[in-house]
């Protein structure tokens, strides 16, 4: 095993108890265990009730396509620290059939729903199993090894028509603006109506009336989004309303989907760096830093001393501009009219010269390579990253803090909306502000640290009523932390060689699994990445944060008036490049 | 003392002429080219379920009938107001009587919970 | 006469037709400012010409009208929002008498003497423009955003309307001429403190300006009531929201900041509208201030806040001014 990822005192507990329905998985480079589908929530059961592993992070699948069948691989972890379990379960391509762990863990249900959506595993027991970034009516399961793409060439770059001759020919080419879209025969965009949507079905479905109500109101059914001001991007909420107040919603995502991952599965590992950038185009830097683990596990290179100076430096700035901005917006989405949104900007801004001072981006820095940076900081960048940190930022956060921290209205209008207990954060696999902000001291830097992080002083942010204006505080208290890490890095941070090893732009990756994850500015971003040795990831899948923290969506709205489900969402913070993927 | 009024009729139709002007305006420069996706409704870019004129949650009739209890009894206190101190004592006494009968009607209103919007 | 009158209202029609025009500009610049953005001034001098390149931007915009609206209401709606913005100002006096070779101009349109039952009149008149936009529109947006609008509108104006009983009480008259006239030696915004507090807030929610934007809450219902609408018509819409700002900072500077009143204006009485008119700048630069400082306040709250809070007080300032005025002043 590459990378043991349980701890001997968890491996103990699993073959004590779970001995009989457990088997070690012992395929090279493999981790984790197997479980038979039938045996899987009696397992379940017992992970979570007896032996600690409350949090679910990632469920995703892969397709062996030789082996004919379709695994679905589960990441359990403890929510008071620790490594992790991984779990894994296989049925027929055909047929098969997987037990949903929504009755366990709610916060399956997206991560279900895509998985069902993008590799055609049938959960039994969901109580909601549609597509969820395909459309409706979609033919097919985009990441299965045997669905290609229109135009396809071939299963992996680079592609013998663009090489070696250098001709390169853009598939876009071959299909002209204009002429790329055709229609049916018998279809007229302008006169197409579209088929009832299965999600209003739900909505009336799930409905949650009002306790007390003596007169019985007409409901409103009203979407919010897809082209929504305060939606964040092409992200839709459809809302059933009583009077002002929410009684049903469902979110609805997938405009924004560009099935990035099957896009990924053909592009070449380090051809996925800069394209990792574009998940969450607001944290690039950090995006880069999971996947980076992640290959790094399964090559089994460490980055030398100076890259993870510069990794955490660069990691902990994204997180300060992510924060700051989404502190920003969410001042927006309660109607103050973009004053603190520029403000934050402005200081977002500073940060990003930076970014383009090493990178030569301001967001899609494509920093990272496997086994260290691409290239090192000047001497004058680290002065300038000092004089930031250790002037201008601590001044503005605290400015931010005095205009909005003690504002009636803002309190007023965040204090106890969107509220998520402790357990319901757990239960939803919230992560990062959000899981923090309801009290649960859960930050992958401290739980299960990575990189360097173990030797930083920095305190887990952490407030108890799980409202919006937790996730405020927690938000401004991270970037204190922040600081306080960049001020330690930046004394520590040695000479020395920047890249483990000699730049390449093939990486030999050895055949095996790997779950990297670190504790991005949204929360925790995992990347499960598959090898087989070929130049290409066999199957790499992004636990995106923002994706997952959607689940408690409807929970968090549920009751409140739908100006506020406009701030909930705010405070959740969600990316539309990293949802819908 | 009619006269006085009727600057404001000749206001009022240089407002309605400039009103109407600005609508024919657009009218006469605009284009127009109608087409069935343009002149559906507006909802976030989806189709709208349902109707968008509809019955609506009853708080707001309570809301527009308190309003017409109330105003009425505000445009009384005007012409007091005007002739308060021809009245002194006895105008200041008859009015605290009307406030009073007005606060029970309030006070009543606010107990029954019709000022709560939940 | 009739002269005189069309020329004085066609004088008040354009300036506040013009004035709408730049205190668009003037928001816009003072925001920028406010926010650390330049704002716009490519189009002339420090971006001058910007409104007039606007208008006719929206002048040659397509009109869109939904298929299921009620046609002629969905056209009558901004309109009918427009005339009373229009009109309110016509018994505001800009000054006194002023004497041009020997004839002698009123600088006001007409001064009527129950002034302040005409401004409440009209301000009522305001609201249905906009719940009739909101309803004939066909669309949920619009609907909810008019009902937000009209809800809103109307609880505000009990307490707008009880604010200005304290200055009719100490002028004891409801003629704004004569308002504004006793306030020559001490505004009435010392004698009647609270009452200018209560009548600034009833007012911003009356113009539905931040905190109070509900009705056109962006962050949720998109534009509000005018969601549908485009081209002139929504320029109508627009120009409507603006003159009633410059309206009520106008009431508002008549009421309780003395009007046209300041030093020498007995002497030189060409003053007076630029008194008003520095008065109005100053009031409609706290509105933009405040637009760029806060968050807007909750629906529920708002209502709450109208009906539970300043209703109550605004009685309560009523009648303390009531007693004070008839045992002390009398």
Request: hydrophobic content about 45%.
């Amino acid at each position: 095993m590459n990378d043991r990822l349980l701890s001997s005192t968890v491996d103990e507990a699993v073959s004590s108890r779970l001995s009989g329905l457990l088997t070690e998985d012992t395929r090279p480079g493999y981790s984790g265990y197997l479980v038979a589908p039938e045996n899987l929530l009696e397992a379940v059961q017992i992970l979570r009730d007896e032996l600690g592993f409350d949090y679910l992070s990632s469920v995703t699948g892969v397709d062996y396509l030789e082996e004919d069948r379709l695994e679905t691989v589960y990441h359990f972890y403890r929510s008071t620290g620790g490594s992790g379990l991984v779990l894994k379960s296989s049925c027929s391509r055909e047929n098969g059939r997987i037990p949903s762990l929504t009755p366990i863990y709610p916060g399956a249900e997206f991560q279900e729903r895509e998985a069902w959506d993008l590799l055609g595993i049938r959960f039994e027991g969901h109580p909601d199993l549609r597509r969820i970034l395909m459309w409706e009516g979609f033919d097919g399961h985009p990441l299965r090894k045997d669905w290609r793409e229109p135009y396809f060439e071939e299963e992996a770059k680079p592609f013998k028509s663009r090489w070696p001759d250098g001709k390169a020919v853009r598939s876009e080419e071959k299909t002209p603006f204009g002429d790329n879209v055709c229609f049916p025969p018998d279809f007229d965009p302008q006169t197409w109506q579209a088929e009832p949507e299965t999600v209003i079905e739900r909505l009336q479905q799930d409905e949650k009336p009002l306790a007390d109500e003596e007169i019985q109101t007409d409901r409103i059914v009203v979407n919010l989004g897809p082209q929504h001001p305060s939606t964040h991007g092409v992200f839709r909420m459809t809302v059933m309303l009583d009077g002002e107040t929410i009684v049903s919603l469902k979110p609805v995502m997938g405009y924004l989907h560009r099935n990035h991952e099957k896009i990924a599965e053909r592009n070449t590992f380090l051809q996925n760096m800069p394209f990792t950038d574009r998940l969450d185009y607001l944290a690039s830097m950090s995006n880069n830093f999971g996947y980076a683990i992640a290959v790094e596990k399964l090559m089994g290179v460490t980055p030398p001393e100076r890259a993870e100076y510069i990794r955490v430096i660069m990691a902990e700035l994204t997180r300060i501009s992510s924060h700051i901005m989404t502190t920003g917006f969410l001042l927006n989405d309660l109607g103050a009219f973009f004053t603190p949104a520029l403000y934050a900007l402005e200081e977002r801004e500073l940060i990003l010269d930076i970014f383009e001072m090493v990178s030569g981006s301001r967001m899609m820095c494509n920093y990272f390579r496997f086994g260290g940076v691409v290239r090192d900081i000047p001497e004058d960048v680290l002065g300038r990253i000092r004089q930031l940190v250790t002037d201008r930022l601590p001044r503005k956060i605290d400015e931010l803090d005095s205009y909005l921290t003690n504002n009636e209205i803002v309190k007023t209008r965040c204090q106890g909306v969107g509220v998520l207990t402790d357990v319901q954060a757990i239960a939803y696999s919230a992560a990062g502000p959000i899981l923090r902000a309801s009290g649960v001291p859960y930050d992958v830097r401290r739980a299960d640290p990575y990189s360097i992080y173990d030797r930083f002083d920095f305190d887990v942010a952490v407030q108890t009523h799980g409202d919006v204006y937790d996730r405020y505080l927690v938000r401004l208290q991270e970037m204190r932390e922040s600081l306080k890490i960049l001020r330690q890095a930046l004394r520590d941070i040695p000479g020395g060689p920047v890249l483990a090893g000699k730049p390449q732009y093939q990486v030999r990756v050895p055949a095996g699994e790997a779950y990297g994850r670190v504790e991005g500015p949204k929360g925790e971003l995992g990347f499960y990445v598959v090898s087989n040795g070929k130049p290409n990831p066999y199957r790499y899948h992004v636990r995106a944060p923002s994706f997952i923290n959607l689940t408690s969506l409807e929970t968090m709205c549920m009751h409140q008036k739908v100006a506020d489900a406009v701030v909930v969402l705010g405070s959740v913070d969600i990316i539309l490049g990293e949802v819908d993927r | 003392m009619l006269e006085n009024y009727y600057p404001l009729l000749v206001i009022l139709s240089i407002a309605v002429f400039l009103g109407f002007l600005v609508v024919a305006l657009g009218v006469l420069f605009g284009p127009r080219r109608p087409t069935a996706r343009k002149g559906a409704p507006y909802e976030s870019g989806m189709v709208p379920y349902g109707e968008g004129r509809r019955r609506i949650s009853v708080r707001y009739y309570l809301i527009a009938v308190l309003f017409i209890l109330f105003d009425i009894e505000i445009v009384f206190f005007l012409p007091w107001a005007v002739v308060l101190r021809q009245l002194g004592v006895e105008g200041l006494i008859g009015m605290f009587l009307f406030v009073g009968v007005l606060l029970v009607g309030f006070v009543y209103v606010w107990k029954k919970g019709a000022l709560e919007w939940e | 006469m009739l002269v005189e009158w069309i020329i004085k209202s066609v004088v008040i029609v354009l300036f506040m037709t013009a004035g709408f025009a730049y205190v668009t500009l003037y928001e816009r610049r003072l925001l920028a400012r406010m926010q650390t953005r330049i704002g716009p001034n490519r189009a002339g001098p420090f971006g001058l010409l910007q409104p007039v390149a606007d208008g006719i931007k929206l002048i040659f915009k397509e009109e869109l009208v939904p298929h299921n609206a009620d046609k002629l209401i969905f056209t009558l709606a901004p309109v009918i929002t427009v005339i009373p913005a229009l009109i309110i100002t016509a018994v505001i006096p800009w000054g006194d008498t002023l004497t041009i070779g020997g004839t002698k101009i009123t600088l006001y349109l007409t001064d009527v003497n129950i002034g302040i039952l005409y401004l409440m009149a009209v301000t009522s008149i305001s609201v249905y423009g906009i719940t009739l936009a909101g309803w004939s529109s066909n669309n949920k947006y619009a609907l909810l955003g008019g009902l937000r609008a009209t809800a809103q509108m109307i609880s505000y104006e009990l307490a707008l309307g009880l604010s200005f009983v304290g200055p009719i009480l100490i002028a004891g008259s409801m003629s704004l001429l004569d308002i504004v006239k006793a306030q020559s030696s001490i505004p009435f915004i010392l004698l009647q403190p609270a009452g200018f507090i209560i009548f600034f807030l009833a007012s911003l929610a009356e113009v539905n300006r931040a905190p109070f934007d509900m009705p056109e809450a962006e962050q949720e219902l998109t534009a509000g009531y005018h969601v549908e609408y485009s081209g002139m018509k929504f320029a109508l819409f627009f120009m409507a929201e603006y003159i009633k700002l410059i309206a009520v900072a106008m009431i508002g500077s008549t009421l309780f900041l003395g009007g046209y009143q300041g030093p020498f204006v007995d002497q030189f009485p060409i003053l007076g509208p630029v008194y008003l008119f520095a008065k109005v700048i100053i009031w409609l630069g706290v509105f933009i201030w405040l637009r760029a400082t806060l968050p807007r306040i909750r629906y529920d709250r708002l209502m709450a806040f109208g009906w539970k809070i300043m209703f109550p007080i605004a009685l309560l300032n009523v009648l303390v001014t009531a007693v004070v005025l008839v045992l002390v002043g009398g």
